[in-house]
């Protein structure tokens, strides 16, 4: 199921990693986010940008909404939990962003808000998800779907498909490295 969710993406992941080389170059960001274990995986591909995924190079701009507790609970309780990433976006997007929403379901409705958000900003949004019949669908320019509602085996390819945009956005921007 692995290799045939990632064949069935492969021409996306060549648009999505163009995409963000193209948002990177012009000075732009990568922002990143999605609930529980989505989450943790928004935090990681956000590392892998700041940091390093193979090669050694510069740092690039990205981060994920997960990551600072403080904000997402002073918005759940002020406003509600399906404004955590939409309120967010709005303070930290700018015009020419990736967005960058998962979600296994693909119908989160604090992810599909933050798309929504997105959209209004100008921002390119990719989206992450199980069922191809989901919400996030309507609201990303670019969708990776995993076809199959196993919750373990939609976030292990999300994982996989992270991972190859980033060492192809790092090849498009760095080239290959002796």
Same mark, same amino acid.
């Given at each position: ?73 002073? #918005? ?12 967010? #976006? ?35 949004? #990719? ?33 996989? #498909? ?17």
């Amino acid at each position: 199921m692995i290799p045939f969710a990632v064949k069935a993406n492969l021409d996306k992941i060549q648009t999505g990693a163009e995409k963000i080389a193209e948002a990177l170059k012009r000075g732009n960001k990568v922002i990143f986010f999605g609930n529980g274990g989505s989450a943790a995986e928004a935090q990681h591909f956000a590392a892998e940008f700041v940091n390093r995924m193979v090669m050694e190079r510069r740092p690039l701009p990205a981060l994920a909404l997960t990551a600072d507790s403080s904000v997402l609970t002073s #918005i759940g309780n002020d406003r509600g939990f399906d404004e955590i990433f939409a309120l967010q #976006i709005k303070a930290l997007a700018q015009k020419g962003d990736v967005l960058f929403g998962i979600s296994t379901s693909g119908s989160s409705p604090n992810v599909i808000k933050a798309l929504e958000a997105a959209k209004e900003l100008g921002c390119f949004r #990719i989206g992450l998800a199980g069922a191809p019949d989901a919400k996030i669908g309507e609201v990303c320019e670019l969708c990776f779907w995993v076809d199959s509602r196993h919750t373990p085996r939609v976030q292990e390819v999300h994982l996989l #498909i992270g991972h190859i945009l980033c060492e192809l956005v790092d090849l498009i921007l760095f080239g290959e490295q002796k």
